[in-house]
């Protein structure tokens, strides 16, 4: 049960922050405001390295 929930505030987190950096781009009337949504995924996700 933890899994699951520790999996759904990943992503409400991810989905909030695109969000909200999509939605200040536009405030500021940047031309590709979608790439702030994509950026702040990039940044926000979590990457695994495994060891080879």
């Known amino acids: 049960m933890e899994r ?3 999996y759904f505030l990943q992503a409400l987190r ?3 922050g695109c969000c ?7 405030l500021l009337h940047l031309e590709y ?3 702030a949504g994509s950026i702040t995924f990039l ?6 390295w495994s060891k080879s």
């Open 4 to 6: 699951k929930s520790k």
């Open 14 to 16: 991810i989905a909030l």
């Open 20 to 26: 909200l950096s999509i939605w200040i781009a536009e």
């Open 33 to 35: 405001a979608i790439s």
């Open 43 to 48: 940044s926000v996700i979590t990457t695994r």
